[in-house]
């Protein structure tokens, strides 16, 4: 058996199953999920951390794939925050705590384990182009790779808000980066039309591919400490969360684990259509129409995976939360002066999260929880600095630094 899986595209709505792979959706409209049939694992859970392709018998691709050594990020036990949660907490909250930190991926967030997989399955198809709406990661990461297989990559953002280092990372990769008067949903629904007429790939997480590649963080934490009881991590457009599930089902279906974490999805406050749709127990979305946060990466009102997500909390037994922009850049702070761990906004809201629902009570004494940090704090320098200040500035001379100190 070839170290590839046997797999096809199945409807998550109506169970249809393609054999093409050139397409995003179904044609009931319904999102596509790859669905492995079968596999010949060649990889053990021994700890041993490879990158993204150490799992390359569960990942749906036929060629050689383009790589930039993603994955093996660090995962970091944090016991400051667990003292934290304690003191924070009314019970004597004891809870051990892990951050997965994304940040360290070649690009700086965890889209790089999607976009191996998506460019090199664009490359298996024979495009010529990539092509992505984004909130800026997704740009950074298309942009390196399609640099490294040689194929053209254009980008469309919403306009001044994107942080400054991912839209460095886009053109300095050299992507044709188009700014857009407009938010993400229309951006997406924009350059979905695009790669339709001009024959691009689209690479946003509507793409099933590119979640095959980010599901690996759900081997990698499998690998090092077993399966947690829960996982918590930010929320845009949803496919992260999904990703993440799938992988956790996969490893139970393939007999190499026998549990589940508790999906724990958090969003900004002004961006929070899973959190509302879960708090009212409901399998869809109503769309926030003018979504607006600091944490810039999830400022997305109208999220494409949004069934996926609410279906992998509800399977899961997990739960959706809302945070302020307030509460995302403490917990910033709190992890970078704390523990050292630098992330960007987006990626604060697990730790504000994780704050929030062991102050409510909603994570219990016992449970093992792993936070995912899915950007790098350099990616948005801007927000640091409003935030922290500018250094302070002295005359050059031992006196003056003296009496800054
Ligand atoms: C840093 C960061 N965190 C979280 C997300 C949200 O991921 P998803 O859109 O898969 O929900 C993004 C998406 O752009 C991101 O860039
Ligand atoms: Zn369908």
């Given at each position: 058996m070839p170290e590839n899986p046997d797999y096809c595209l199945k409807c998550i709505e109506c169970g249809r199953e393609y054999?093409?792979?050139?397409?995003?959706?179904?044609?009931?409209g319904g999102l596509l999920e790859v669905f492995i049939k079968d596999a010949n694992l060649k990889?053990?859970?021994?700890?041993?951390l490879r990158g993204v392709w150490k799992y390359s018998s569960l990942l749906p691709v036929k060629i050689d794939p383009i790589s930039l050594k993603e994955g093996s990020t660090p995962l970091y036990r944090c016991r400051r925050l667990e003292d934290i949660l304690k003191d924070r907490s009314s019970q004597n909250l004891r809870v051990e705590v892990y951050v997965k930190h994304e940040g360290a991926n070649p690009s700086g967030s965890f889209k790089d384990r999607g976009m191996t997989v998506g460019v090199t399955k664009a490359i298996e198809l024979g495009k010529r182009a990539v092509a992505c709406a984004s909130t800026g990661n997704t740009s950074a990461s298309m942009a390196m790779y399609a640099a490294k297989a040689g194929i053209k990559a254009y980008v469309l953002l919403p306009a001044g808000k994107v942080a400054l280092g991912k839209v460095a990372q886009a053109l300095m990769h050299g992507a044709r980066v188009i700014g857009i008067e407009g938010n993400f949903d229309q951006a997406l629904s924009i350059v979905r039309e695009v790669c339709r007429t001009e024959g691009f790939y689209l690479l946003n997480s509507i793409n099933p591919f590119r979640l095959e590649g980010q599901k690996t963080i759900a081997f990698e934490i499998a690998d090092e400490i077993g399966v947690p009881d829960r996982v918590i991590l930010p929320v845009g457009n949803a496919g992260n969360i999904s990703a993440i599930y799938k992988g956790f089902r996969e490893l139970e279906r393939f007999g190499l684990t026998s549990s589940i974490p508790m999906m724990t999805g958090v969003q900004a406050e002004g961006a929070n259509p899973v959190y509302r749709a879960v708090k009212n127990n409901k399998t869809d979305i109503d769309p926030v129409l003018n979504p607006e946060t600091v944490a810039t990466a999830i400022r997305?009102?109208?999220?494409?995976n949004a069934r996926k997500a609410i279906r992998a909390i509800y399977e899961s037994g997990g739960v959706a939360e809302e945070v302020s922009d307030r509460e995302i850049l403490e917990a910033q702070k709190l992890l970078a002066m704390r523990e050292g761990i630098g992330v960007e906004p987006a990626s604060a809201a697990s730790i504000a999260g994780l704050l929030k629902l062991g102050e409510k009570g909603?994570?219990?004494?016992?449970e093992r929880v792993v936070c995912i940090?899915?950007?790098?704090?350099?990616?948005?320098p801007e927000t640091v600095i409003r935030e922290c200040g500018e250094p302070i500035k002295v005359e050059a001379s031992v006196d003056a630094v003296r009496k800054v100190l």
């Open positions: 054999e093409i792979e050139d397409i995003y959706m179904c044609e009931c990889f053990k859970l021994d700890g041993n997305i009102g109208q999220p494409v909603i994570i219990e004494s016992g940090t899915t950007g790098h704090l350099l990616k948005d």
